[in-house]
């Protein structure tokens, strides 16, 4: 079955440093690949997302690239604010429209 | 627009309880998914609706979870009796479902948080 895997977290980091979270997966077919974004206490968001090879997925300053020949999907921030502590999640869909998620990498800022 | 709204927000209950969870998915949407998130876990999907039908029900515990989506537009999730290793939060999701092999987002409402005792 199709998987996704992520860099364990914590990841701490300060105010205005570059961020990348790493994400790979194992999947064939026609794909999409997501990155959500839980804050404390609130259900997920869709963050961003990618529907082809070579797309590059982008909200809030956030980017992801789906490469097929590597089969990764980082994200990736140029400067992360405080306001950007959270879990973010990666996933993928194929046929069936059934979404694997990989197991979240939690993301701290610090002023 | 309205995103998927779920009640009740948090419960706690001892085991060996029942409980049920209430799910209004985006209007129009056809498909509907229940997932169970485990702390520290990424999300896993319970059961999948397409409409009033079920579509997936692989990895839901059928000897104490249940789920209905009669009308085809709300649906309810309910654990009978509750464990301990119950405890998690209960997602729902909703997404347009016009296609069955159509690779659509899927919009996720802000869970409910159980607690078993």
């Given at each position: 079955g199709n998987s996704v895997t992520q860099m364990e977290g914590p990841v701490t980091l300060s105010e205005e440093a570059f961020l990348t979270i790493n994400c790979t997966y194992t999947a064939t077919g026609y794909l999409s690949l997501f990155w959500y974004v839980q804050y404390p206490g609130e259900g997920l968001q869709l963050l961003l997302k990618a529907t082809k090879a070579d797309d590059k997925g982008s909200n809030k300053g956030f980017e992801a690239t789906y490469r097929k020949e590597t089969t990764s999907f980082h994200l990736e921030k140029g400067s992360v604010q405080v306001s950007d502590s959270a879990v973010y999640f990666c996933a993928l869909t194929g046929g069936y429209q059934k979404v694997t998620f990989g197991t979240g990498t939690k993301l701290q800022v610090i002023p | 627009e309205a995103g998927v709204a779920q009640s009740p927000r948090y419960k706690i209950i001892e085991k060996r309880q029942s409980v049920a969870f209430w799910c209004n998915p985006i209007s129009g949407h056809a498909t509907l998914y229940w997932y169970q998130q485990i702390l520290g876990q990424g999300p896993k999907l319970l059961i999948q609706f397409q409409n009033n039908g079920?579509?997936?029900?692989?990895?839901?515990?059928?000897d104490r979870f249940s789920a209905e989506r009669l009308k085809g537009v709300d649906s309810t999730l309910k654990i009978?009796?509750?464990?301990?290793?119950?405890s998690a939060v209960y997602l729902c999701a909703s997404s347009?479902?016009?296609?069955?092999?159509k690779r659509e987002t899927q919009y996720f409402g802000p869970g409910t948080r159980l607690l078993v005792l």
């Open positions: - | 079920v579509v997936d029900d692989s990895q839901l515990p059928k009978q009796p509750a464990k301990l290793e119950d347009l479902g016009g296609q069955v092999f």
